[in-house]
Antibody, heavy 118, light 108 residues
C-alpha cells in the first residue's frame, strides 16, 4: 500500500523559497501515476498547486505557475515542491498526493504546516 | 478558468439522507471526484468518476453527475459523517485540477 510523507521547514521568511519533499513508499514512483501537491490555507478550502509524471512532465496551477517548480527523483523515490518569493498568503497546510485515473487524488500524505513569517 | 460551486453548508438529522451539490458549466461531461475531510486530517477520496467508490468506503456514499450539477449523496447519515466535502474535476482547457469551495456537513 502506497504511503506518502511530506517533510520540510515549518517556517519560511517572506520573499524566500518554500521547499518541501514527499517521500513515496510501498510502491513504485514510476508507474502510471501523476504525483501532485495541494495546499489549504487556515480555515479555507483546497487549492491544487501542480503535478508531475515520473518522466518529468509537469502541470501547474496558472495562478502559481510563475513561482512553482515540481521535480521528481525516481531513484530516491521522492518528489519535491519549490515555491519562490513567498508571502503570508502562502501560509497553509501542504499535502502531497498520488493522482489516479482522471486525476483523482487517491492517496494523500498527512500534510505539513508551513508558516510564512519573519 | 473553470469554476465549481458548492453550498457552504448542509445540515441533516441522523438517519436521513444528505445531498451535496457541485455546480459547473457542463460538469456532466467531466469526471467528478469527491473528498471527505475531517478536522485536522487529510482529505479522503469517497467517490470517484462521478459514482464509483474506493474500497473501504461504505455503500451509503454515492454520486451522480448530469448537466450542470454533480451530487454526492450520503444515505443513513451518521454522526461520523460530519466533515467538509469537496468536489474536484480536471479542467482540460487549462490543464489543472479544480476544487469546489467545500461544503460543511453538519449532523444535527
Amino acid at each position: 500500500q502506497v504511503h506518502l510523507q511530506e517533510s520540510g521547514p515549518g517556517l519560511v521568511k517572506p520573499s524566500e523559497t518554500l521547499s518541501l519533499t514527499c517521500a513515496v513508499s510501498g510502491g513504485p514512483l514510476s508507474n502510471n501515476h501523476w504525483w501532485g501537491w495541494v495546499r489549504q490555507p487556515p480555515g479555507k478550502g483546497l487549492e491544487w498547486i501542480g503535478d508531475i509524471y515520473h518522466s518529468g512532465s509537469t502541470n501547474y496551477n496558472p495562478s502559481l505557475k510563475s513561482r512553482v517548480i515540481i521535480s521528481v527523483d525516481k531513484s530516491k523515490k521522492y518528489f519535491s515542491l519549490k515555491l519562490t518569493s513567498v508571502t503570508a498568503a502562502d501560509t497553509a497546510v501542504y499535502y502531497c498526493a498520488r493522482e489516479g485515473g482522471a486525476t483523482r487524488l487517491d492517496v494523500w500524505g498527512q500534510g505539513t504546516t508551513v508558516t510564512v513569517s519573519s | 478558468s473553470y469554476v465549481l460551486t458548492q453550498p457552504p453548508s448542509v445540515s441533516v438529522a441522523p438517519g436521513q439522507t444528505a445531498r451535496i451539490t457541485c455546480e459547473g458549466n457542463n460538469i456532466g461531461r467531466k469526471s467528478v471526484h469527491w473528498y471527505q475531510q475531517k478536522p485536522g486530517q487529510a482529505p479522503v477520496l469517497v467517490v470517484y468518476d462521478d459514482s464509483d467508490r474506493p474500497s473501504g468506503i461504505p455503500e451509503r456514499f454515492s454520486g451522480s453527475n448530469s448537466g450542470n450539477t454533480a451530487t454526492l449523496t450520503i444515505s443513513r447519515v451518521e454522526a461520523g459523517d460530519e466533515a467538509d466535502y469537496y468536489c474536484q474535476v480536471w479542467d482540460g482547457d487549462s490543464d489543472q485540477a479544480i476544487f469546489g469551495g467545500g461544503t460543511k456537513l453538519t449532523v444535527l
